[in-house]
């Protein structure tokens, strides 16, 4: 069974910064492009970050410069470092590993406040 659990999320104020945390099971991690989109009410799901098993990066253009994604293998997990987070960044952030076959997590609450 594949199982992605996210972290990390939660209230924070303009200007601040968050990390969540997503571990993968169920999957051989290694071979999956990892990554991150978000989804706020009433707006599509849009990406945020990605990196692929070759650790090539993908971001989303309203986020390049703030923040940034991680892979461990070894631990089946990756990251996402948010800096200077804008009130626009509030959303759920979902964690996704695509190899093939395309998986979510259940999703963390971003909120920013301004």
């Known amino acids: 069974q594949v199982q992605l659990v996210e972290s990390g999320g939660g209230l924070v104020q303009s200007g601040g910064s968050l990390r969540l945390s997503c571990v993968a099971s169920?999957?051989?991690?290694?071979?999956?492009?990892v990554g991150w989109y978000r989804q706020a009410p009433g707006r599509q799901r849009e990406l945020v970050a990605s990196?692929?098993?070759?650790?090539?990066?993908k971001y989303g253009d309203s986020v390049k410069g703030r923040f940034t994604v991680s892979r461990d293998d070894t631990r089946n997990t990756t990251d996402l470092q948010m800096n200077s987070l804008r009130p626009e960044d509030t959303a759920v952030y979902y964690c996704?590993?695509?190899?093939?076959?395309?998986?979510w997590g259940q999703g963390t609450q971003v909120t920013v406040s301004s």
């Open positions: 990196i692929t098993s070759r650790a090539i990066f």
């Open positions: 169920g999957i051989d991690f290694r071979f999956y492009t």
């Open positions: 996704s590993a695509e190899w093939i076959k395309k998986y």
